[in-house]
């Protein structure tokens, strides 16, 4: 077979990753599809995965990919011939403390949203499902017999095997050296000298994607860590299982273990606290079904738990310790998605250890959304749009990424933070927050103030009653009523300019945009199928002037988004985010404390009206509109006058409040929020903003909404249970079924109970009425608590 001269899709690896990608191309329907493997197959990090496959996740994204991956490994080879290895052993997951119970029956419970049966156990059946471990200090445990393992080498042979049957040419010892572009969009690869010209292409090269993504000009930030197993000879108490018979696969977290038999003997392996991370640069350009060395003093301290954990191992050979380089995320989720900078180009990596499990349906959700040319089911978690070109940082990786891999068996609390890689990007008045004793979580690279009780009211962390309560509720008593300063600097903001301003917005967003200079318009961009891409406003600044204030982490997908739609509208647009500061400015008093600033008068400002303002000696403009529902202002000020504004104000009684403050007032004004209630996959309709639409300006997704008839919708949740803590994605129960699930909660300090946003798809008769209807449940780590629902803001639907 020779190489051809062009391609319709051109995927570069042949790990795991990019033979499911080419396989679900295929399976779709797509022809010309190439694979360059610049080794063998699988000879990447594939070849060595320990193969566990588990269904229960933290997120309802990961878990429905799983689930689909797991049903495919177990077709596969009934359609290739090629066995997969696919076992059902089960999984048993230990506690030994009771936040680790709690966490694990989360998962039970978030596993029921989608049928998924897991079973909690006491230490003796733990013990009888798993004979060789130690249990006097196991607390319980979940069951979870759906789980298996495969071998990673076949999983990604058999899914080539079933790309070739399709048409799918794979060449392997063929590396990718360069990558080609016309106007900024993939054209074709270089394999030296020899060039495939190609609609798409897409980078599957597993720790290698960085620097394959930059010969484009792409960013893909990942970092590879060493990852270590290891496997000993055959064992008695394993031999005694008899042949055939399988241990489920172990999970020990708070150990950092995980075991499973192999070859009549064991496989333990570890995401050790303090993790090692490495450079490509450091591996051998001819790197092929190698590994790393050996390092006994780093592997020790999980040894002496293991031997802890399974007493047998003392009595085991090892026959190797295993160390591959997997690579991780900032966020420790998955990437996948279309280049923000190169249309054309497809991007899948930062498989954070969990490549072979997601491969099916990672690979299936990456296939459909090159062919449709978005995304076709819920991703936002794992897309690579969350991610912008500052987060790429080399130094910023290699600080975050050990880290990652160290904190993988955490407990998800809310609350938690990754402590390295801090500070990339700071609000303009950073300084002031910090000595004002503002407690920082890192998102999207940017400080946010979460609370102002600074760490001894942060800690310790909980999935129960958190420590910041009494905090929290003081700043959203000052968001009520005193003038509480939200810093929202992180907010993206976009200015968009030109002769067809107007009219290239009125086809972006949903609303209508040409409005009077001097307002501000809430509107949501949409993609064809009527699914929100972003939640912002606009504030219109001339007659060929607006300025777009998007969601924090937004501004790559909005950007992406508009120089898709932009055609021949003749507009520009320019990320000014780091230009302006925004404080939200919140509570009763805040327009005497503002007006106290300055002599110039306050204009008398209508809600959604915006003119400029005097702070002190700093002059910005204020927007009539909160986030949090209160009475109050947007101020936005030019980044190097913010301090001198934030100054005026605290000097005229301005107090603080932070992000867990805003969340719970906007809550209970059942305000929704980007990535929550608003997603690609949800219409303004089931979200309850149909009326944000103007059905009349030709906007993208205008179409699809016409005659639509939701079939689910947002409702606030009030508990009755004050013991009641949900976090997030808890199944939502009605008359004994699963009818949805939640999807933002707080702490209402108006209630003195906790308060919810969920997606139901039923009792609308009930609903629709506008009536408050209780039989609602909750399930939360296993228990169900009961709640009323309503379509209204909770804060009035309660009263
Ligand atoms: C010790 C260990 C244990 C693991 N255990 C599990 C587990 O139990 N369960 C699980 O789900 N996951 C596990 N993983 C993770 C899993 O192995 C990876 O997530 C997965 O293999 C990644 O697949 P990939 O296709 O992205 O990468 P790879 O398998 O590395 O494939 C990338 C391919 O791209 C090729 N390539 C690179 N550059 C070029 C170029 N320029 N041109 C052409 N080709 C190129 C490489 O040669 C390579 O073959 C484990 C990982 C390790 C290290």
Redo the contacts with the bound molecule.
């Keep these: 077979m020779t190489l051809p001269s062009a391609a319709r899709t051109v995927v570069?690896?042949?790990?795991?990753?990019?033979?499911?990608i080419a396989y679900h191309l295929a399976r779709e329907g797509r022809k010309d599809i190439v694979v360059?493997?610049?080794?063998?197959?699988?000879?990447?990090?594939?070849?060595?995965?320990?193969?566990?496959?588990?269904r229960l996740r933290p997120s309802a994204t990961l878990t429905k990919l799983i689930n689909y991956s797991i049903d495919l490994y177990g077709e596969l080879e009934r359609e290739t011939g090629q066995a997969t290895g696919w076992t059902q052993t089960g999984s048993l997951t230990l506690a030994t403390n009771q936040d680790r119970l709690t966490n694990i029956k989360r998962q039970v419970s978030l596993g029921r949203a989608f049928g998924l049966e897991a079973e909690v156990v006491n230490a003796a059946r733990a013990k009888e499902l798993w004979p060789l471990i130690e249990t006097d200090d196991v607390i319980g445990a979940v069951w979870s017999p759906a789980d298996g393992?495969v071998n990673?080498s076949d999983v990604?042979l058999a899914l080539s095997k079933g790309a070739r049957a399709r048409g799918v040419r794979i060449f392997e010892d063929?590396?990718?050296?360069g990558l080609q572009k016309k106007r900024g969009r993939i054209s074709g690869v270089e394999?030296g000298e020899h060039v495939i010209e190609a609609d798409e292409v897409v980078i599957?090269?597993?720790?290698?994607?960085r620097?394959?993504a930059a010969m484009a000009g792409a960013h893909m930030p990942l970092y590879a860590c060493?990852?270590?197993?290891i496997l000993t000879k055959p064992l008695a108490e394993v031999q005694a299982l008899g042949k055939g018979a399988h241990l489920p696969t172990l999970n020990d977290q708070d150990a950092f273990l995980?075991a499973r038999d192999d070859v009549e003997g064991l496989l333990v392996?570890c995401f050790e606290p303090h993790a090692k991370g490495i450079s490509t640069r450091d591996l051998p350009a001819d790197?092929?079904f190698d590994l790393l060395d050996e390092d006994w003093d780093h592997f020790m301290p999980m040894m002496e738990n293991a031997l802890r954990r399974i007493p047998a191992l003392e009595r085991a050979e090892v026959r190797m310790l295993?160390?591959?380089?997997?690579?991780f995320t900032l966020d420790s989720q998955?990437m996948l998605g279309e280049s923000p900078e190169v249309p054309g180009l497809f991007l899948?990596?930062g498989?954070?250890?969990?490549?072979?499990?997601?491969?099916g349906g990672a690979g299936k959700a990456m296939a459909e959304w090159i062919i449709a040319g978005e995304p076709t089911m819920e991703l936002n978690e794992a897309d690579i749009r969350r991610f912008s070109p500052e987060m790429n940082v080399l130094g910023a990786l290699e600080a975050r990424i050990p880290e990652v891999l160290g904190r993988h068996y955490d407990n998800p609390y809310p609350g938690r933070a990754m402590e390295t890689a801090r500070c990339q990007r700071r609000s303009p008045i950073h300084a002031g927050l910090v000595a004002a004793g503002a407690q920082f979580e890192s998102r999207g690279g940017w400080e946010r103030a979460v609370h102002f009780g600074g760490e001894a009211a942060h800690l310790p962390l909980s999935f129960g009653v958190p420590a910041w309560r009494a905090q929290v509720g003081t700043e959203v008593e000052a968001c009520r009523n005193g003038a509480a300063i939200l810093d929202q600097s992180a907010f993206g903001k976009i200015m968009v300019q030109g002769p067809d301003a107007c009219a290239f917005l009125n086809h972006l967003c949903a609303a209508q945009m040409d409005i009077p200079e001097g307002r501000i318009a809430y509107t949501q961009i949409l993609n064809a199928r009527g699914g929100v891409e972003s939640d912002l406003t606009v504030q219109r600044h001339g007659p060929e002037t607006y300025l777009l204030i998007v969601g924090a982490g937004e501004v790559v997908r909005d950007l992406k988004r508009m120089r898709e739609t932009r055609g021949d509208f003749r507009v520009a647009f320019t990320d000014v985010t780091s230009g302006y500061a925004i404080l939200g400015f919140a509570g009763a008093k805040v327009r005497d404390v503002l007006q106290a600033t300055s002599n110039t008068p306050l204009p008398d400002l209508k809600r959604f009206h915006f003119a400029p303002v005097e702070i002190g000696l700093a002059r910005g403009w204020a927007g009539r509109l909160s986030f949090t529902g209160e009475e109050g202002f947007e101020l936005y000020i030019p980044a190097d006058m913010a301090m001198t504004a934030y100054e005026a104000l605290l000097a005229a009684g301005a107090s603080h409040a932070g992000l867990y403050a805003s969340g719970s007032l906007r809550i209970e004004s059942g305000f929704r929020a980007f990535g929550h209630e608003l997603t690609p996959g949800t219409t303004p309709h089931e979200a309850g903003l149909g009326a944000f639409c103007a059905m009349c300006t030709g906007f993208v997704g205008e179409e699809a909404l016409r005659d639509h008839t939701p079939a689910r919708r947002i409702v606030s949740l009030l508990f009755d249970d004050p013991d009641a803590i949900p976090i997030h994605d808890e199944p939502v129960y009605f008359g004994g079924e699963v009818v949805g699930q939640i999807t933002s909660a707080a702490w209402s300090y108006r209630f003195g109970r906790s308060v919810a946003l969920a997606m139901v798809n039923a009792p609308f008769d009930q609903l629709a009425a506008n009536q408050v209807v209780a039989g609602f449940d909750v399930e939360i780590a296993c228990t169900r608590y009961s709640a009323r629902a309503a379509l209204k803001p909770a804060k009035e639907a309660f009263q």
């Excluded at 063929?174 to 050296?177: H, I």
């Excluded at 599957?204 to 994607?209: K, M």
Aim: charged share 10%.
């Design positions: 570069i690896g042949g790990g795991v990753i990019g033979c499911s360059l493997e610049r080794s063998k197959l699988t000879s990447g990090t594939t070849w060595h995965a320990a193969g566990l496959v588990r393992r990673p990604a063929t590396a990718v050296t394999i599957a090269c597993g720790l290698w994607s620097e394959v060493e990852h270590f197993y995980y392996g790197f092929s295993l160390n591959g380089p997997e690579s998955f899948m990596g498989m954070n250890s969990t490549g072979i499990a997601l491969a």
